[in-house]
């Protein structure tokens, strides 16, 4: 059984307590459900920028953590009574955000000569072409599917930052010093 007045007095916004938070919505959604109610069970665990994802390059933390805020904006507007203008608007910034921070993304491998490079835009042009699907179900009145896209977007930016950016931002680090000692 859920139980929302454990939170209900905090004030606190630390990423602990709005997970938590998110969880407690997101299991009372689901008892409403149980209960026969005409409710959708969207996922709204926040998109917590936190210490997990920093890979100590600025420029990549930098447009990573944008990433998490703009994503963080789509969840919001979709708990916010999901007005489509907004929803369109958020979650077409945060494509094309995508798009701007994989080129540069791409740049750098380009420019340090990284030997992952293929596979690495691989996963960035999956990425792009399951949004832009998501996307396209979204304008044709399929809002539900836009949850899924929040959960998929979380378990891929999770995965895709502490593994294969870390890789390539390790790759960085090393030529960059080799390059310092030549
Ligand atoms: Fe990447």
Not at 48 to 70: C, G, M, N, T, V
Not at 83 to 104: C, G, M, P, T
Not at 148 to 169: A, C, G, K, P, Y
Request: glycine residues 4%; proline residues 2%.
């Amino acid at each position: 059984m859920w139980n929302v007045s454990e939170y209900s007095s905090r004030s606190c916004a630390c990423d602990g307590h709005r997970r938590r938070l998110g969880e407690t919505v997101k299991i009372a959604l689901r008892h409403l459900h149980s209960l026969g109610e005409d409710a959708d069970v969207p996922d709204m665990t926040p998109f917590s920028w936190d210490e997990r994802y920093k890979l100590a390059h600025p420029q990549i933390d930098r447009e990573h953590e944008a990433l998490f805020s703009l994503a963080e904006k789509v969840l919001h507007s979709l708990g916010n009574g999901g007005d489509k203008e907004k929803i369109r608007d958020v979650f077409a910034r945060l494509i094309n955000y995508i798009q701007v921070h994989f080129s540069h993304e791409e740049e750098l491998m380009d420019q340090h000569l990284y030997p992952g490079m293929g596979v690495h835009m691989a996963e960035h042009r999956r990425l792009i072409a399951q949004v832009t699907e998501y996307y396209r179900q979204f304008e044709a009145d399929q809002l539900a599917v836009t949850t899924e896209t929040m959960q998929f977007l979380r378990n891929w930016l999770d995965h895709h930052i502490r593994q294969s950016d870390q890789l390539l931002v390790v790759h960085i680090r090393r030529r960059e010093r080799a390059l310092t000692h030549a």
